[in-house]
């Protein structure tokens, strides 16, 4: 064997191999790796745009909680308004209520008064003609002597 001869045709085996691979399997391996690598860049991208929009989400998630608070902030010292104007509405009855009740306490005060000073002056001019009648011994006719009762009694 002729060491020339078998490295010519050991040379053109390679060739051929070469070629073959060259042609028919490394199309499909560049091929395979080509879609993995834009696979891996596409799902680089979305995870980028993922997290830009995460970011994004959490800005307006704090915007609207910082709005709920404002909100409710708000809320909450409307009604602590609304509750002091309730409350001084209702101690402005009970002070009206109050002014009412006395009014009244007064004017029934003034009658129970006026009734009492109308018994009293009956009472002293019963007095009156008891001690008058004493006094002159005798009996005195209470009709008889009305208007001189009556006009006693005005003058008391």
Avoid: C, Y
């Amino acid at each position: 064997m002729n060491l020339n001869a078998t490295l010519l045709a050991q040379l053109v085996v390679f060739g051929i191999l070469g070629w073959f691979t060259m042609k028919f399997v490394w199309p499909p391996i560049t091929k395979a790796l080509d879609e993995r690598a834009s696979k891996i860049a596409d799902g680089l991208a979305a995870a980028d745009k993922a997290k830009s929009e995460l970011t994004l989400a959490n800005k307006r998630v704090e915007e609207q909680l910082a709005q709920t608070r404002d909100e409710s902030t708000r809320r909450i010292a409307d009604a602590e308004k609304r509750a002091q104007a309730i409350i001084e509405e209702a101690k402005k009855r009970a002070d009206e209520e109050g002014a009412k009740i006395i009014a009244a306490a007064k004017a029934e005060a003034e009658q129970q008064s006026i009734a009492a000073r109308e018994a009293l002056r009956a009472q002293v001019a019963a007095l009156a003609v008891k001690g008058a009648e004493q006094i002159l011994k005798r009996e005195v006719n209470a009709g008889v002597h009305a208007e001189l009762l009556t006009r006693l009694k005005t003058e008391l």
